[in-house]
Antibody, heavy 113, light 109 residues
């Protein structure tokens, strides 16, 4: 069965970087794109963008360019989300999502001094 | 960027029927928007109920159905159960980008 297992919660200081992983299993990793979704505390879902797992080409939504980088390691069927220059407003749960709708369990990133 | 609009909250009686809708600021919603519907309960990851307008996953309860209705995407819950109380989100595709609706809080009361 399709499973997406994300890395554990992170506590970071402002200005630091974080890398969230999403390990896929139960299907051929390169057959489906991987999406990333953010959910700030008490807020709705925001689509951040996606990465083509065949070519590695990323597409970012408005507001998620520059500091947000999507990457892959196809040898271990894993997608990554790296956020640099963390700000307090980056505090959120980050989800990886595979169409048609398989979700990772989410990774809480907390940014606090 | 397109804006996807949902009812902020709806209430349904146990055993009742309710329809949640999602509209698009760009005009009528079509199958080309590949509408998705997700359910999220407090403290949990979202769960996909419907994809591509009306397709269900193996875990989607039969009481949920998706459709296009009056230029919007619709999620109909027939025979509401207390465990259906949750936040529901829709998601549309716009030429390779995706946009979520703001969510509908469904109260079963």
């Amino acid at each position: 069965q399709v499973q997406l297992v994300q890395s554990g919660s992170e506590l970071k200081k402002p200005g630091a970087s974080v890398k969230v992983s999403c390990k896929a299993s139960g299907y051929t990793f390169t057959d489906y794109a991987m999406n990333w979704v953010r959910q700030a505390p008490g807020q709705g879902l925001e689509w951040m963008g996606w990465i083509n797992t065949n070519t590695g080409n990323p597409t970012s939504a408005q507001g998620f360019t520059g500091r947000f980088v999507f990457s892959l390691d196809t040898s271990v069927s894993t997608a990554y989300l790296q956020i640099s220059g963390l700000k307090a407003e980056d505090t959120a749960v980050y989800y990886c999502v595979r169409i048609p709708g398989y979700w990772g369990q989410g990774t809480l990133v907390t940014v606090s001094s | 960027q397109a804006v996807v609009t949902q009812e902020p909250s709806l209430t349904v009686s146990p055993g009742g029927t309710v329809t949640l809708t999602c509209g698009s600021s760009t005009g009528a919603v079509t199958s080309g928007h590949y509408p998705y519907w997700f359910q999220q309960k407090p403290g949990q990851a979202p769960r996909t109920l419907i994809y591509d307008t009306s397709n269900k996953h193996s875990w989607t309860p039969a009481r949920f159905s998706g459709s296009l209705l009056g230029g919007k995407a619709a999620l109909t819950l027939s025979g509401a159960q207390p465990e259906d109380e949750a936040e529901y989100y829709c998601l549309f595709s716009y030429s390779g980008s995706w946009v979520f609706g703001g969510g509908t809080k469904l109260i079963v009361l």
